[in-house]
C-alpha cells in the first residue's frame, strides 16, 4: 500500500483513486455527475465572444467537415444549435468537446446563419 493511499481508498489529499461504483465524478465537489452541488458540470466556456467557424480536412481521411468553435452555450444548447445548424446544411456532423462538426464545406452558410441568431461570427483558417 503506498504511503499516500488510505485504507478508504482516497489519497491523503482527499481525492477518491478509482470507483467502479461511482462512474464519471466532478471534479469541483468530488461527488457523481448526477449529484454534483458545486454546479461546475455545466459550466459555459469562457471565450473572447466570437464564434470562429473553420473548414478543417487533416486527420479525417481527406473529408471536409465545418468546425463551429467558441459558441457561448451549455452542453444541451449547443446540441440543439448543431441540430438546427447541421438540418440549416443538410447534411450530418455532431458536437465534440464543445465545437459543433458538420459534413461539408458549409462555412459561408453558417456565417451568416450564426449573424442572423445574434453570434459575432467570423471565419477563421484559410
Known amino acids: 500500500m503506498s504511503p499516500n493511499l488510505l485504507s478508504n481508498g482516497k489519497t491523503a489529499r482527499g481525492g477518491l483513486v478509482y470507483s467502479t461504483q461511482l462512474g464519471k465524478t466532478c471534479p469541483g465537489c468530488r461527488r457523481p455527475i448526477a449529484e454534483c452541488v458545486c454546479g461546475r ?41 448543431g441540430s438546427d445548424l447541421r438540418r440549416l446544411c443538410g447534411s450530418g456532423g455532431t458536437v465534440k468537446d464543445g465545437a459543433i462538426e458538420i459534413q461539408g464545406d458549409h462555412a459561408d452558410a453558417l456565417v451568416s446563419e450564426l449573424a442572423k441568431r445574434g453570434y459575432k461570427a467570423k471565419r477563421a483558417g484559410g
Not at 41 to 66: E, I, L
Open 41 to 81: 458540470t455545466g459550466s459555459v466556456p469562457a471565450g473572447d465572444g466570437n464564434v470562429r467557424v473553420s473548414r478543417v480536412s487533416k486527420g479525417r481521411g481527406g473529408k471536409t467537415v465545418t468546425l463551429v468553435t467558441g459558441v457561448p452555450l451549455a452542453a444541451d444548447a449547443l446540441a440543439t444549435l
